[in-house]
């Protein structure tokens, strides 16, 4: 069993900054790609960020580059999501999710369908 808690979220003004942790257990993930998603009210979950199983590639939805920042702390088996700059728009539950298996190292999988594990999400919201 692989299980996966987020934390970091939180309510914080337009313009302010998290920083999302993923922590995991049962299973370390330091050579499998990771993905953060977020799920609006309503929505499907949305691919945010993603790391290949190298850790050297990363991949960024349009709207969060520039300002979210994907990294991974292998000794500590956890994953971050920094975000800076957020906008009210960016309100949503925060998930983290792991790949399984990967058979290119610089691969990132942004589909949700792609990860076989996942937390159950931290709350953003961003207040104007």
């Known amino acids: 069993q692989v299980e996966l808690v987020e934390s970091g979220g939180g309510l914080v003004q337009a313009g302010g900054s998290l920083r999302l942790s993923c922590a995991a257990s049962?299973?370390?993930?330091?050579?499998?790609?990771m993905g953060w998603f977020r799920q609006f009210p309503g929505k499907e979950r949305e691919f945010v960020a993603g790391?290949?199983?190298?850790?050297?590639?990363?991949y960024y939805v349009d709207s969060v580059k520039g300002r979210f920042t994907i990294s991974r702390d292998n000794a500590k088996n956890t994953v971050y999501l920094q975000m800076n700059s957020l906008t009210p728009e960016e309100t949503a539950r925060y998930y983290c999710?792991?790949?399984?298996?990967?058979?290119?190292?610089?691969?990132?999988?942004?589909?949700?369908?792609?990860?076989?594990?996942w937390g159950q999400g931290t709350q953003v919201t961003v207040s104007s």
């Open positions: 790391s290949s199983r190298s850790g050297d590639s990363t």
């Open positions: 999710a792991v790949r399984a298996t990967s058979y290119r190292a610089t691969k990132v999988y942004v589909a949700a369908n792609e990860y076989d594990y």
């Open positions: 049962g299973r370390t993930f330091s050579n499998f790609p």
